[in-house]
């Protein structure tokens, strides 16, 4: 998405190397504040659906994450603030720690993917987008691509209810059970391209709008399709993680057309 925001709003290419490396600190710092408070909240459900996660396996110390924590949070903000995002940088801080202090609320699946990751999608995209492309925010891209990835990520639960049955949360997959869950997913997964195209105002077709509204449809169909016919925790984990790619390409390609930059 850096770049083809970058591109969208006509910036010298000589900047780019700039943008991208303050993409990188962002980004990294953006995962990684949430990964280490993330850590501190979840360790019985790590120990069932994550025992790979540094405190989980017991390679470090819990007074070390939570240096850990304070330390990257505090780097987080400095970034936010020297790079003129401070609102969406405080704004996702607020998420991190409302999303694991009040974990009984975000036990719900409602709450834990259509809220939060909903709203943190909103504020990485308005992030970038300040970042990359100082043109006016596109509002109804950014707020329907954040909610169908909200909606969509309800995906990720398919593959962790040993877990989330041991911390009683009630994911859609819990709550459900697997057999609808996956079944709503697979009906969230096939129609997100299809409301976004519908939804949004996009260009005339063309052979460039089909590629970057095609890449991305097409993965998460197939994240879509491997939902349908392969079921256990292992193969839910790959289809996941091509939902993931499918949010990816999103952000690379659509802006593109989204600004009018080609199409």
Same mark, same amino acid.
């Given at each position: 998405?850096?770049?083809?925001?970058?591109?969208?709003? !006509?910036?010298? /290419?000589?900047?780019?190397?700039?943008?991208?490396?303050? =993409?990188?600190?962002?980004?990294?710092?953006?995962?990684? /504040?949430?990964?280490?408070?993330?850590?501190?909240a979840s360790g019985e459900e790590d120990a069932a659906n994550k025992p790979h996660r540094p405190l989980a396996k017991g390679i470090v110390t819990r007074q070390w994450m939570i240096r850990r924590a304070v330390a990257t949070?505090?780097?987080?903000?400095? =970034?936010g603030f020297l790079f003129s995002i401070p609102w969406p940088t405080l704004t996702w801080l607020a998420l991190i720690h409302l999303h694991n202090i009040f974990d009984r609320i975000y036990r719900h699946w409602f709450f834990k993917n259509v809220v939060f990751i909903s709203l943190g999608a909103g504020v990485e995209l308005t992030a970038v987008w300040g970042l990359t492309a100082p043109t006016a925010l596109p509002w109804a891209w950014i707020c329907v691509t954040s909610l169908?990835? !909200? =909606? !969509?990520?309800?995906?990720?639960? =398919?593959?962790?209810?040993? !877990?989330?049955?041991?911390?009683?949360?009630?994911?859609?997959?819990?709550?459900?059970?697997?057999?609808?869950?996956r079944a709503a997913a697979v009906l969230i997964l096939f129609s997100t391209p299809v409301i976004q195209y519908a939804v949004l105002p996009w260009p005339p077709p063309s052979a460039a709008l089909l590629i970057c509204l095609g890449i991305p449809c097409a993965l998460i169909w197939l994240s879509a399709t491997r939902f349908l016919l392969f079921r256990n925790p292992r193969s839910d984990h790959w289809s996941y993680q091509l939902f993931c790619f499918w949010w990816c390409s999103a952000l690379l390609l659509q802006p593109l057309v989204i600004t009018g930059y080609i199409g």
């Open positions: 998405m850096a770049t083809s925001t970058f591109i969208a709003a !006509g910036l010298p /290419a000589r900047e780019l190397p700039v943008v991208l490396l303050k =993409i990188l600190t962002y980004g990294f710092l953006y995962i990684y /504040a949430f990964t280490t408070v993330n850590q501190l949070n505090a780097l987080f903000i400095t =970034i169908l990835a !909200g =909606i !969509g990520c309800n995906c990720q639960d =398919i593959r962790d209810v040993v !877990g989330d049955r041991l911390v009683r949360r009630k994911t859609m997959s819990v709550a459900w059970g697997e057999r609808n869950a």
